[in-house]
């Protein structure tokens, strides 16, 4: 299922405790200028090397 989820409602659904998995898919070095805490780096060209490391069993955030 594909959905948009405001930067508001992120930080709620963490303070919660129920925080998805976060991914941000830029450059290592737009990553490393800054990012949400606790997202993995995983550049978009890389994606697919990476899907088997993606929880199945909890939602993620792409950005």
């Known amino acids: 299922m594909n959905e948009l989820i405001s930067p508001k409602e992120l930080a ?3 303070a919660s ?3 998805p998995v976060v991914i941000d898919v830029r450059s290592p070095k737009e990553y490393a200028a800054g990012h ?3 997202a993995r780096s995983v550049p978009a060209d890389e994606i697919e090397s990476h899907l088997a490391a993606i ?3 909890k ?3 792409v950005y």
Request: aromatic share 0%; charged share 25%; proline share 20%.
């Open 55 to 57: 929880p199945k069993d």
């Open 17 to 19: 405790g129920a925080a």
């Open 12 to 14: 709620r659904q963490e």
């Open 36 to 38: 949400i805490p606790g």
């Open 59 to 61: 939602p993620v955030v």
